[in-house]
């Protein structure tokens, strides 16, 4: 069984860039999280897809956006980056549920310059 | 709201003596609370959840928790620190609110190990 992978695992972007970033879900999840955590932070929420179509969103701007994919892989992407937006970006992966434990990948950092 | 406090940012204990680290929550409803482990440089690995089952929860690692409803509390604890064990750690409560299961994560707790 694959766990979740996220790519790339290191990025830097200068303010005002876009940037794309990837998660493949564990095999058999269909719910992908996204979640920023700053440097120091815990991670906070950014938005939630399930069976592709976005299922939760937190206190997050608009330029921050997301797919996720048939197969439930999933992307976010960040508009218009800024400084405040450098931090460690988590993708989890679930079944259905609040109970259902929530499996992160690695993550990617983000830098932003 | 679902929301979680950390009551210690950091917490200093010697190898081979016992763990407490101290988490209350908040909720309108019953709970679904866990705790994760953040090594450096690695991503979030989980070591135990409640889910309205036992109130005394077995983990990974020798570590476990115990649900207190009228203490709102879910304070993991070890009996015997190891060197391994240094690491950041959050306590977390699943929000179920209006069909998306998102988690509400504390601010975490550092865990430092003495020899």
């Known amino acids: 069984e694959t766990g979740v992978t996220q790519s790339p695992t290191h990025l830097i972007k200068t303010r005002g860039q876009q940037v794309t970033l990837r998660c493949s879900s564990q095999?058999?999840?269909?719910?992908v999280s996204w979640y920023q955590q700053a440097l120091g932070q815990g991670p906070q929420f950014i938005f939630q897809?399930?069976?592709?179509?976005?299922?939760g969103r937190g206190n997050f701007p608009p330029r921050f956006s997301g797919l996720q994919f048939p197969n439930y892989s999933s992307e976010l992407n960040v508009n218009a980056l800024e400084l405040d937006d450098s931090a460690l970006y988590l993708c989890?992966?679930?079944?259905?549920?609040?109970?259902?434990?929530?499996?992160f990948g690695p993550g990617t950092r983000l830098t932003v310059l | 709201a679902q929301s979680v406090t950390q009551l210690d940012s950091h917490v200093s204990v010697s190898e081979g003596t016992p763990v407490l680290l101290r988490c209350n929550y908040s909720?309108?409803?019953?709970?679904?609370l866990f705790w994760y482990v953040q090594h450096p440089n690695k991503g979030l690995q989980l070591l135990l959840k409640y889910t309205s089952a036992a109130t005394l929860v077995k983990g990974i690692n020798g570590f476990e928790a115990e649900f207190k409803k009228s203490e709102t509390s879910f304070h993991l604890t070890k009996p015997s620190a190891h060197m391994s064990d240094a690491a950041e750690y959050f306590c977390v409560v699943s929000d179920r609110t209006s069909g998306t299961y998102k988690y509400i994560f504390g601010t975490g707790t550092r865990l430092k190990v003495l020899a």
């Open positions: 909720s309108s409803y019953s709970p679904s």
């Open positions: 095999s058999g999840h269909n719910t």
């Open positions: 897809y399930y069976r592709e179509e976005e299922n």
């Open positions: 989890a992966s679930s079944g259905r549920g609040g109970d259902n434990e929530q499996f």
